[in-house]
């Protein structure tokens, strides 16, 4: 597509419940980023892959956190039994392969989760 | 530990005149910098980058400048316009590392 898609737009989920964020990033793009924005702070690293490979998820808060990239493009991060402290803009990110993630990422709308 | 830095949440000025943002890091790891540009219900997008082997980058009316030894780098905007003004996120990563690591942003407001 044009640009990175994530969906949904806005997800409202009640404590304790298992939420899922779809990211679809640009064709062809090898690297596909996850970032988590709280209110008022940076975007936070949380995970990346490199094609289907998951090379790099130091920045998952917990256990209740996954994400996956089976086929190399779409991207799914699991949030499970979601808690207060989740709620947060997820943002996902592609880039071309990781040599030209160096010169920046194109990142989608993000997706704003209230856990309630 | 905050390793990016970006000491003003805010910054004003005429339609115009330069627009300074600021960034600090404490990583001496960092060898590639960038600033991304953010509208409200959007995601960011980018700006402009440098290499820690170059001191100044320039793309139209953005400039970033590094200063590797105060650990400092600025974005520079000349002339300001009223579609500049956004949070502007300064961002750090080390070479193939593949993630980077941002400050908390700068609210940029261009007045006409």
């Known amino acids: 597509g044009a640009g990175v898609s994530q969906s949904p737009r806005y997800k409202v989920a009640k404590r304790g419940q298992d939420v899922a964020l779809r990211c679809d990033p640009i064709s062809g793009h090898v690297s596909l980023f996850w970032y988590q924005q709280a209110l008022g702070q940076g975007p936070e690293f949380l995970t990346y892959f490199q094609n289907e490979a998951q090379l790099d998820k130091s920045g998952l808060p917990s256990d209740r956190f996954f994400a996956e990239r089976p086929e190399g493009s779409v991207s799914t991060l699991k949030i499970q039994r979601t808690q207060q402290e989740d709620s947060a803009v997820y943002l996902c990110?592609?880039?071309?392969?990781?040599?030209?993630?160096?010169?920046?990422?194109?990142f989608g709308s993000g997706t704003r989760l209230t856990v309630v | 530990d905050q390793q990016v830095k970006q000491n003003s949440p805010s910054l004003s000025v005429q339609e115009g005149r330069i627009s300074i943002l600021n960034c600090d890091y404490t990583?001496?790891?960092?060898?590639?910098f960038l600033w991304y540009k953010k509208y409200p219900a959007e995601g960011p997008t980018f700006l402009i980058s440098?290499?820690?082997?170059?001191d100044k980058n320039e793309d139209g009316r953005f400039t970033v400048f590094l200063n590797k030894s105060a650990k400092h780098l600025s974005l520079h905007i000349v002339p300001s316009q009223p579609g500049d003004s956004a949070v502007y996120f300064c961002?750090?990563?080390?070479?193939?590392?593949?993630?980077?690591?941002f400050g908390d942003g700068t609210t940029l407001t261009v007045k006409p």
């Open positions: 990110a592609s880039s071309l392969d990781l040599v030209r993630a160096q010169a920046g990422y194109t």
């Open positions: 990583n001496s790891m960092f060898d590639y």
């Open positions: 961002a750090a990563s080390v070479t193939n590392a593949g993630k980077s690591t």
């Open positions: 440098i290499s820690s082997i170059k």
